[in-house]
């Protein structure tokens, strides 16, 4: 099913009228120098990757990305991103490529529809090209988990109705989906556990899993591959997930979603294990006075692999709030956080428990067309006592002060 949905925007392209066409392309450089603290054996809550030699100090991070995106008739489109940076596997890869149709509406009803690799449109914070953050430089826990191992492989239908048509001062959305991959969603979730970070999975990427005593010979699963592929399609069941949105006078949003991969638990294939993952999601958006603007968002889900007594059954909740102000072309974002992880299995040598806070100060400059300063402090301290087994402290403070410069069109 992936490689045929990979397939459709190009036989589109190929039977597709050529007038009324239009391609555009976009270009990412951000440079970024942080100083940053760093765990070993893959517990890092920043995902750098930047190996035991940087354990604490000065890095740079340089991420560029190449978008393109084509649409004929008014109504179809075609749109592929990709993404690179020096961080080790880094390597050039697709975070999205799919087609969508979007019919002319002639009334309030506006129905669209995409089918290929897409990201689920649950960030509030990552709304802008590339699935780039529009508030900071780092996105929350919630957000940043969506980034690493969530990505529909799927279809998707979105209907609108637009109040405004109609003088109305009120919008409603209803978004459904189906998709596959994404069977091991929720391994990063109960081996490492909630991260905070920028970077963004690319398709058919792998990602390293902490050193665990649960991975070894006498571990509960030494069939487990120390590195995780979160868009592999094990067991052939189809997921789903649906959401509704309330939008008030352009100040006011509340959004509430269901997602479901379907995952049977007991499948396994070259070294993936298929996790049964499901949460709801809630997030409010409310505009003051057009340039104050809090942002909430609530994430609760579970997530089970295994079959009793060696399983993995894992309950997760995170949550939220911003504050931004705007002002001219600068912004100042504060943003309070906590997650927590609750192992409810009784597997040995496999304790999954954590439970974290963190609190993030941004700021932004849009000093000229296409480019952006910005800079950021981030502290996030969590207690996993799963890091005594790898002789780590059960409950460090990471930090992380970041600079950036960002051009993108």
Avoid: C
């Avoid at 959401?243 to 396994?268: C, M």
């Amino acid at each position: 099913m992936r490689t045929l949905l990979a397939a459709v925007p190009v036989a589109i392209l190929l039977t597709s009228p050529s007038t009324q066409a239009n391609s555009e392309f976009g270009f990412l450089a951000d440079g970024r120098f942080q100083d940053v603290s760093y765990r070993e054996q893959g517990f890092d809550k920043h995902a750098l990757k930047l190996g035991e030699a940087n354990d604490v100090g000065r890095n740079e991070v340089l991420t560029a990305g190449g978008q393109w995106q084509y649409s004929w008739l008014d109504e179809w489109r075609v749109k592929v991103s990709a993404l690179a940076d020096n961080l080790e596997d880094g390597d050039p890869g697709l975070i999205e490529a799919f087609v969508g149709y979007q019919p002319i509406p002639d009334d309030a009803w506006r129905s669209q529809f995409r089918t290929g690799m897409f990201f689920a449109p649950f960030t509030m914070e990552n709304t802008e090209r590339f699935w780039q953050d529009r508030y900071g430089l780092t996105p929350s826990a919630i957000t940043s988990w969506f980034g690493e191992e969530l990505r529909t492989f799927g279809a998707e239908y979105q209907l609108d109705y637009r109040g405004e048509v109609e003088e109305k001062p009120w919008r409603l959305g209803l978004t459904a989906a189906v998709f596959q991959g994404n069977d091991p969603a929720g391994s990063l979730l109960a081996w490492r556990g909630f991260g905070l970070h920028s970077r963004i999975s690319r398709w058919n990427e792998s990602i390293d899993l902490p050193l665990l005593p649960a991975f070894s010979d006498a571990g509960p699963f030494p069939k487990q591959s120390q590195e995780v592929n979160p868009f592999e399609e094990i067991d052939h069941r189809v997921g789903w997930y649906v959401g509704g949105r309330f939008e008030f006078e352009r100040s006011s949003q509340i959004q509430l979603w269901h997602y479901d991969n379907r995952g049977d638990p007991t499948s396994f294939r070259d070294g993936q294990y298929s996790w049964d993952t499901r949460f709801d999601l809630l997030s409010i958006r409310q505009t003051f006075a057009s340039d104050w603007e809090v942002l909430a968002q609530w994430l609760r889900g579970e997530s089970f692999m295994g079959a009793a007594p060696t399983s993995v059954d894992i309950a997760f909740i995170a949550q939220y709030v911003m504050i931004n102000r705007r002002f001219d072309n600068q912004s100042v974002s504060l943003r309070i956080e906590h997650f927590k992880v609750d192992d409810n299995d009784l597997t040995a040598l496999d304790n999954n428990d954590e439970k974290g806070r963190a609190i993030t100060l941004a700021w932004l400059w849009h000093f000229a067309e296409r480019w952006r300063l910005g800079a950021e402090w981030l502290r996030v301290s969590a207690k996993r006592p799963a890091l005594a087994t790898v002789d780590i402290p059960t409950e460090p403070d990471d930090h992380q002060v970041s600079l950036s410069i960002r051009y993108i069109f």
